[in-house]
């Protein structure tokens, strides 16, 4: 893939990412602040409206898939969320037992949600689907 493609591709990923991190960072802030649910229930449930949102996103907006989906796309994009989430999730789990401010420790795991997840849906999941490829 050439540097241009892969650059316009990074910047729509952080535009994605940029509604994503609103909607997850809103329906935690809304479940925990308002709802008084859990953090990690709350987190969870943020986390799950994101991932429909990103992968309609990323698919058609960011890698601009042009083909008919394929269920292997769909196993990819759950794995690379799975890893990404458990990453995410356990950072959460440690900034917290480190006394960090909830608020503080979902926003530092969420950049490193982030990147791993970029990284694994360009590498894996959109690689060989996408109009640029």
Same mark, same amino acid.
């Given at each position: 893939? +050439?540097? %241009?493609?892969?650059?316009?591709?990074?910047?729509?990923?952080?535009?994605?990412?940029?509604?994503?991190?609103?909607?997850?960072? =809103?329906?935690? *802030?809304?479940? *925990?602040?308002?709802?008084?649910?859990?953090?990690?229930?709350?987190?969870?449930?943020?986390?799950?409206?994101? =991932?429909?949102?990103?992968?309609?996103?990323? +698919?058609?907006?960011?890698?601009?898939?042009?083909?008919? %989906?394929? %269920?292997?796309?769909?196993?990819?994009?759950?794995?690379?969320?799975?890893?990404?989430?458990?990453?995410?999730?356990?950072? *959460?789990?440690?900034?917290?037992?480190?006394?960090?401010?909830?608020?503080?420790?979902?926003?530092?795991?969420?950049?490193?949600?982030?990147?791993?997840?970029?990284?694994?849906?360009?590498?894996?999941?959109?690689?060989?689907?996408?109009?640029?490829?």
């Amino acid at each position: 893939m +050439r540097a %241009p493609e892969s650059l316009g591709q990074l910047i729509r990923f952080c535009l994605v990412g940029a509604v994503n991190t609103a909607l997850t960072f =809103l329906i935690f *802030f809304v479940l *925990f602040r308002v709802g008084g649910i859990n953090e990690f229930i709350s987190n969870a449930a943020g986390y799950a409206a994101g =991932l429909i949102c990103s992968f309609l996103l990323n +698919r058609f907006f960011t890698f601009k898939v042009i083909k008919r %989906p394929d %269920p292997l796309e769909a196993v990819l994009f759950l794995a690379v969320f799975a890893v990404s989430f458990s990453l995410q999730s356990a950072l *959460f789990a440690l900034l917290l037992k480190a006394h960090f401010a909830v608020e503080v420790s979902q926003l530092f795991s969420m950049a490193v949600y982030t990147a791993a997840n970029f990284a694994g849906n360009k590498i894996f999941t959109f690689r060989k689907n996408s109009a640029a490829a």
